[in-house]
């Protein structure tokens, strides 16, 4: 199974509403990143959490993460139609390079 | 300029065939991986390589193998096609933190068909 997943699958929201996708991992992590991805694109970084952080924001991004639960969560402030994508998690564990576990995926449409 | 590039972009291919795909960063990272996509956009790490460190997701054939001409490439190649493994394949690096926490850059994909 997947080491991070995501929830919900899939998200429909209009455009100027929050957007809120969740993770849940098994192990203990370094850290915690969520990736966008774009249709036919590759995966673009979008923020990362080490393990002693528990909240952290980015311009309209802010994520939080609870290793007591083993979660995080990606809020997405006042949504634009252009975040339209599908939104990863990924974990990072202590292994050498730090090989990242993605989750399957929120895919996120922002209705204009 | 691209940081982390991928060819060809598109490989369409029959069962049976040995094919392989490139890839190159100019960021100066220290590890470079290849992850598999597949139809329902699950991502799995296939293999991670560093300094000419290895390691391998037990779960990947051997009919895959990554080959490291120097710290820059690494490239993918793959023995005796099968249809199962069409999916989108990305390629993607990060500095080796041995303890610090960095994203991984990736690149735009190579989607691969094998009819």
């Known amino acids: 199974s997947q080491q991070g997943e995501e929830d919900p699958q899939a998200l429909s929201i209009q455009e100027g509403e929050n957007a809120t996708m969740n993770c849940s991992y098994k192990t203990s992590i370094n850290n915690l990143q969520w990736y966008r991805q774009n249709s036919g694109r590759g995966l673009v970084h979008l923020i990362l959490i080490r393990s002693n952080e528990r909240e952290k924001h980015s311009g309209r991004l802010r994520v939080t993460l609870d290793t007591s639960k083993k979660s995080s969560s990606l809020l997405i402030t006042a949504s634009r139609a252009a975040d339209t994508a599908s939104y990863f998690c990924a974990t990072g564990v202590r292994l050498a390079g730090n090989m990242l576990t993605f989750g399957g995926g929120t895919r996120l449409m922002v209705k204009p | 300029d691209t940081a982390v590039s991928q060819t060809p972009k598109y490989l369409v291919t029959q069962m049976g065939n040995d094919k392989s795909i490139k890839c190159e960063q100019n960021l100066g990272h220290d590890t470079m991986y290849w992850y598999k996509q597949d139809s329902k956009k699950f991502l799995k790490i296939m293999f991670s390589y560093n300094n000419k460190e290895l390691i391998i997701n037990e779960t990947v054939p051997n009919r895959f193998s990554p080959k490291s001409p120097d710290k820059a490439h690494l490239n993918l190649h793959i023995n005796s096609l099968e249809l199962g493994d069409s999916a989108v394949y990305f390629c993607?690096?990060?500095?080796?933190?041995?303890?610090?926490?960095?994203?991984?850059?990736f690149g735009q994909g190579t989607r691969l068909t094998v009819v």
């Open positions: 993607a690096s990060s500095q080796d933190p041995q303890g610090r926490n960095t994203e991984a850059f």
